[in-house]
């Protein structure tokens, strides 16, 4: 189902990026726990603070956030609600290794997802983490944070 050894972060020209990724049928089935699992090895080991599951080929609605030494795994994460209140802060990607660009987010949101016991929960977040959300939320929809940049005119 997935292909978990030795997980790679493909670079942000890679077509696979674009697409839009597919709903896990079972949350708690042990091999996304597996692909969690190395996942969250890949996001530390590039001092990352979120890394979704397309960015290491693997084409599911998963995304890992690591915040203030909290781990956060979301499964078939939907985002809810998106505060009116927006920030500009500057945000990277680990698929864009030294790129830094000011991206306007929300500042709260609410997210809906499946933990990996295959409960779901509801979140709801405010700063970098509801920043990270949106962040990851968009690969899985095949959106890069370069497509949010302001164009200067």
Not at 24 to 42: E, G, H, I, S, Y
Not at 64 to 91: F, G
């Amino acid at each position: 189902m997935f292909n978990t050894d030795n997980l790679q972060i493909i670079p942000g020209t890679d077509i696979r990026l674009r697409e839009k990724a597919k709903e896990v049928a079972d949350p708690a089935d042990p091999l996304v726990a597996n692909l969690v699992k190395q996942m969250t090895k890949t996001l530390q080991a590039n001092n990352g603070v979120g890394l979704a599951a397309p960015q290491v080929g693997q084409a599911v609605r998963i995304f890992v956030a690591e915040i203030d030494y909290e781990l956060y795994a979301m499964i078939n994460p939907k985002i809810k609600n998106l505060s009116r209140d927006t920030v500009e802060m500057e945000e990277g990607c680990l698929s864009f290794p030294g790129v830094f660009k000011p991206i306007t987010r929300s500042k709260k949101v609410t997210v809906t997802y499946f933990d990996l016991g295959g409960e779901k929960k509801t979140l709801k977040a405010r700063g970098l983490l509801a920043r990270v959300i949106q962040h990851e939320y968009d690969h899985l929809d095949g959106v890069l944070f370069v497509d949010l940049v302001k164009r200067a005119g």
